[in-house]
């Protein structure tokens, strides 16, 4: 029963065996080799144009790189207030970026809206006071586990290329959100307006694989050497090109994300259904924020389910949190288990009992 987080499990059978079909013999090295290279070709086939892909090995070197690519280091960054690039990464866009600055905003479900956007950029300082903003960062799915949909996206992009502003996405749960539309990637990124994402791969099946796509190639000509430069261009490349070509290949990321998605659901709607528990945000990808008591919570810990407490700072206005409640997070992934699904519920059942 641990639903702590999507990487706490391995990688998925497709990616292993071409990692493994790919260890045989020499290949050329730093990122040119046949695999890299036909994960490349395969991403442009995926969003349906030429887009240019650097593969690094976590989230946070793919969002790091990719602001640094957009933002000079005397520039801002608008992004949630909770995002992972402002509040789980130590600094590393401002350190790839070299100073540049992120500035957090505020929206319900860690989500920006429009408007927020357009206020913010409204009543921000002259530039001689204030790092000039250069992007917007958004988190699909967000760091809630909401999903925008691409008419949200467009409006963010309407907003932001109005300012002169591009518009990043960091994908860290890209296939979730995209399954869970059932849109095409290209109606998800650059069709509503989005430059620059992090696809994510690691938390849906790699072991550790991420790519930045950058959607007018012509802009991403400082990347590969932006990746080089922060130590992150693999010498045996062909690490992530194989991972990334299994998860890309027969659709396989897509049935992975399909069934996160399905194991959160299950959970999402068990959990709702009993007695003093509710959901803090509705479990639109593959993550669950119920409401618990605290003591609920406990017990469910004290028989061996992981999961983690969440900040509760982005909860709609009306929606008031009881003291002795707390807002937790369950993520299901590819590997989670029907049964342990199932049983997280019944035992769930029980402890409110008990709490009764
Ligand atoms: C929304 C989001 N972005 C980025 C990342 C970064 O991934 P990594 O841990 O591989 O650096 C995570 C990981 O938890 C995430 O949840």
Same mark, same amino acid.
């Given at each position: 029963m641990n639903f702590a987080s999507d990487?706490v499990v391995g990688?998925s059978r497709?990616?292993?065996?071409?990692?493994?079909?790919?260890?045989?013999?020499?290949?050329?090295?730093?990122?040119?080799?046949?695999?890299?290279? @036909?994960? *490349?070709?395969? +991403?442009?086939?995926?969003?349906?144009?030429?887009? #240019?892909?650097?593969? $690094? !090995?976590? &989230?946070?070197?793919?969002?790091?790189?990719?602001?640094?690519?957009?933002?000079?280091?005397?520039?801002?960054?608008?992004?949630?207030?909770?995002?992972?690039?402002?509040?789980?990464?130590?600094?590393?866009?401002?350190?790839?970026?070299?100073?540049?600055?992120?500035?957090?905003?505020?929206?319900?479900?860690?989500?920006?809206?429009?408007?927020?956007?357009?206020?913010?950029?409204?009543?921000?300082?002259?530039?001689?006071?204030?790092?000039?903003?250069?992007?917007?960062?958004?988190?699909? @799915?967000? *760091?809630?586990? +909401?999903?925008?949909?691409?008419?949200?996206?467009? #409006?963010?992009?309407? $907003? !932001?290329? &109005?300012?002169?502003?591009?518009?990043?996405?960091?994908?860290?749960?890209?296939?979730?959100?995209?399954?869970?539309?059932?849109?095409?990637?290209?109606?998800?990124?650059?069709?509503?307006?989005?430059?620059?994402?992090?696809?994510?791969?690691?938390?849906n099946g790699?072991?550790?694989?991420?790519?930045?796509?950058?959607?007018?190639?012509?802009?991403?000509?400082?990347?590969?050497?932006?990746?080089?430069?922060?130590?992150?261009?693999?010498?045996?490349?062909?690490?992530?090109?194989?991972?990334?070509?299994?998860?890309?290949?027969?659709?396989?990321?897509?049935a992975n994300?399909r069934h996160a998605n399905a194991m959160a659901a299950r959970l999402?709607?068990g959990?709702?259904?009993?007695?003093?528990?509710?959901?803090?945000?509705?479990?639109?990808?593959n993550?669950v924020?119920?409401?618990?008591?605290?003591?609920?919570?406990?017990?469910?810990?004290?028989?061996g389910a992981i999961f983690?407490?969440?900040?509760?700072?982005?909860?709609?206005?009306?929606?008031?949190?009881?003291?002795?409640?707390?807002?937790?997070?369950l993520v299901a992934s590819f590997a989670t288990r029907e049964a342990d699904v199932e049983l997280f519920l019944a035992r769930a059942?029980?402890?409110?009992?008990?709490?009764?």
């Amino acid at each position: 029963m641990n639903f702590a987080s999507d990487n706490v499990v391995g990688a998925s059978r497709p990616v292993l065996d071409a990692l493994i079909a790919a260890n045989e013999g020499a290949r050329a090295s730093y990122g040119n080799d046949d695999e890299t290279r @036909a994960v *490349e070709a395969r +991403l442009s086939e995926i969003f349906e144009r030429e887009v #240019a892909v650097c593969l $690094v !090995a976590t &989230g946070t070197a793919a969002n790091a790189l990719a602001l640094s690519a957009f933002v000079p280091p005397y520039g801002a960054v608008l992004c949630h207030a909770n995002a992972h690039v402002m509040e789980d990464e130590c600094g590393a866009p401002e350190f790839f970026a070299g100073g540049a600055k992120l500035i957090g905003l505020d929206g319900v479900g860690a989500k920006i809206a429009p408007q927020t956007l357009a206020r913010a950029l409204a009543a921000y300082p002259a530039p001689t006071r204030q790092s000039p903003p250069f992007a917007v960062s958004i988190s699909q @799915a967000s *760091e809630c586990g +909401l999903v925008y949909r691409p008419a949200e996206i467009a #409006a963010l992009a309407e $907003v !932001a290329r &109005g300012a002169g502003l591009s518009l990043h996405m960091d994908g860290a749960r890209f296939a979730n959100a995209l399954v869970a539309l059932g849109c095409s990637p290209a109606d998800m990124t650059w069709k509503a307006g989005i430059d620059v994402l992090s696809f994510g791969a690691t938390k849906n099946g790699c072991l550790a694989a991420e790519a930045v796509i950058v959607f007018d190639p012509a802009r991403a000509k400082a990347l590969p050497i932006l990746r080089k430069r922060s130590g992150h261009t693999l010498s045996k490349g062909r690490l992530l090109g194989a991972q990334l070509l299994g998860y890309l290949g027969d659709d396989h990321w897509l049935a992975n994300a399909r069934h996160a998605n399905a194991m959160a659901a299950r959970l999402a709607d068990g959990l709702r259904r009993l007695p003093g528990v509710r959901l803090a945000w509705p479990a639109e990808a593959n993550e669950v924020f119920p409401v618990l008591p605290l003591p609920v919570a406990e017990r469910l810990r004290a028989q061996g389910a992981i999961f983690h407490p969440w900040a509760p700072t982005a909860l709609p206005e009306e929606f008031v949190l009881e003291a002795g409640e707390g807002v937790f997070r369950l993520v299901a992934s590819f590997a989670t288990r029907e049964a342990d699904v199932e049983l997280f519920l019944a035992r769930a059942a029980e402890a409110v009992s008990a709490a009764a």
